[in-house]
């Protein structure tokens, strides 16, 4: 989820060498890509019609990109079971793009079937977080790079929900700090170094992690009453900012010391 955050100095860089050898799994996830492609536009048209195209780019760069930065990250032959799970949840974020990209080009309300579509698409983005994990340990297959992406696409879910529930007028602009909050984290570590130091195991963040992204899907429900929408925002923030507070006072605490 998005508490966590690992920095691009913490991803082990694997040797050229080693990296020419390794390229078969960047070559499978692209392979992989293609059917997830087509679900996620396929998925994309249903939401939106004139937001599909949007979704089915942004796809497309992020499976490139992860392609490529597999050969030097990555560090396993076989792509996992793990990874293609993470890339099938970035297909379906991808997709939830859709509407937010009609808005711009063709603002109009989000129809209630669109939403109960979106509210589907999230809840099995959400359910298939915990999937990948357990299957990196399993197949043996673990890294710092699957577990980077994982984050990546979780930040990236929770940012895109939280827009969508402010398009949809559910909740007033201020809940796009639920779902970039940790975006906000990361660019203050360009000013403050020292956020970017390991942060130990915690119970507490992977717990507040999914409340966050709980409270983001429940809120993309159709029909959702203004106060009990209000409440639910506001509580899954105020425990994101104690969360995010808490590791923050730790980090300061270890670098005065």
């Known amino acids: 989820m998005n508490t966590p955050v690992i920095t691009p100095n913490r991803v082990k860089r694997i040797k050229p060498t080693e990296a020419q050898l ?8 692209v392979w992989l890509a293609l059917p997830l492609g087509a679900l996620s536009a396929a998925l994309a048209t249903r939401l939106a019609p004139g937001g599909a195209v949007v979704s089915v780019g942004l796809f497309a760069l ?17 792509l996992g079971p793990a990874n293609a ?17 009609a808005e711009v080009f063709a603002p109009a309300p989000i129809p209630s079937r669109a939403r109960w579509l979106i509210t589907a698409i999230a809840t099995l983005a959400l359910a298939l977080d915990g999937l990948d994990g357990w299957l990196a340990r399993r197949s043996g297959l673990s890294s710092r790079f699957g577990a980077r992406f994982d984050m990546e696409v979780d930040a990236a879910l929770g940012l895109i929900l939280a827009l ?5 007028g559910t ?3 201020w809940v796009l700090a639920l779902g970039a ?17 390991p942060l130990p195991e915690r119970f507490r963040r ?6 966050q992204i709980v409270a983001l899907v429940v ?16 509580a899954a923030t105020l425990a994101l900012t104690g969360s995010f507070t808490a590791d923050i006072i730790w980090l300061a605490r270890r670098r005065a010391t």
């Open 85 to 101: 799970v993470t890339l099938l949840r970035a297909a379906l974020v991808c997709a939830l793009v859709a509407p937010l990209a």
């Open 219 to 234: 809120l993309t429900l159709p029909g959702l009453g203004a106060l009990t929408a209000t409440f639910i925002a506001a």
């Open 22 to 29: 390794l390229s078969g799994a960047g070559a499978r996830l």
């Open 181 to 197: 909050m940790r975006y906000a984290y990361v660019l203050a570590s360009f000013a403050l170094p020292w956020l970017n130091a």
């Open 164 to 168: 969508l529930v402010v398009v949809s």
């Open 171 to 173: 909740v007033g602009i």
């Open 62 to 78: 992020l499976a490139a990109v992860v392609a490529y930065l597999m050969r030097a990250h990555y560090p396993h032959a076989r």
């Open 206 to 211: 992977k717990l507040v992690c999914v409340v």
